[in-house]
């Protein structure tokens, strides 16, 4: 009787344990996963999510993985030679309309290890990075009001005017944006140290040939700093170019 108890119980545990496990995997109702052919040109790769729909357009994996886990695409390391050149369009539809941006992401994950056959591993290491600081003056971004619809838009300077640009207009949006678009420009990660959590309206003017990077960051009041930092890494073990639909 003790035994036939001890099984039970045992069979118990296990049933807990599998129960468990399948609530961690989140999958989308349905997706698609398309390559891009020919590849598109030098663009901002967003992950875009609005009622429960997500949709990422002509993304190389390693900023597909980087979008899934949330980390910029500089601390993705390893993966295929195709990682940084093939181009994909997904186009996914999770069960609600209210999941958050961290189910997607966790449903975005579940979808690179079913259709890219993705396997992944974590790393700490030390490596050379930037730390983006406030400058002396202080910050200069303006706190977004409560209300105000989050966006980001790229535009192009006139020959009007002083310098005419590009720039980036950020509304509503969080610091980390930024962050990660200067991980990407300056090819090593920027670790985040200005302790501004909020959102924030601003305006960044991507240098011309004769403006450096590090005065751009600087009229917003922050400023980088080249230093060698422990971060964490994602290390791309395995990964094959998807099927078709």
Request: charged share 20%; hydrophobic share 45%.
């Amino acid at each position: 009787m003790i035994c036939m108890m001890r099984l039970w119980i045992a069979g118990l545990a296990v049933a807990a344990q599998v129960s468990i496990f399948a609530a961690q995997v989140s999958t989308f109702d349905a997706a698609s996963v398309k390559p891009v052919n020919p590849p598109a040109g030098p663009h901002v790769v967003a992950l875009i999510v609005n009622h429960g729909r997500l949709n990422i357009e002509a993304a190389e994996l390693r900023q597909i993985v980087g979008l899934a886990y949330a980390v910029q695409r500089v601390r993705v390391l390893g993966g295929p030679g195709w990682a940084d050149s093939d181009q994909f369009d997904i186009a996914a539809i999770a069960d609600s309309a209210d999941a958050t941006r961290d189910e997607i992401r966790s449903m975005l994950q579940t979808l690179l290890a079913e259709r890219f056959q993705l396997v992944l591993h974590r790393e700490t290491k030390e490596i050379s990075a930037y730390s983006l600081v406030l400058a002396e003056t202080g910050s200069k971004l303006k706190v977004a009001a409560p209300d105000r619809k989050s966006g980001m838009i790229d535009t192009a300077g006139t020959s009007g005017e002083p310098r005419g640009e590009e720039r980036t207009v950020f509304e509503a949006s969080p610091l980390k944006v930024l962050v990660n678009m200067l991980a990407n420009t300056l090819g090593s990660p920027v670790v985040d140290k200005t302790g501004l959590d909020g959102l924030y309206d601003y305006t960044f003017e991507w240098p011309d040939a004769g403006s450096p990077l590090f005065a751009c960051v600087e009229q917003l009041g922050l400023k980088l700093e080249a230093k060698k930092e422990v971060v964490e890494v994602l290390v791309m073990d395995h990964a094959e170019r998807p099927s078709a639909n």
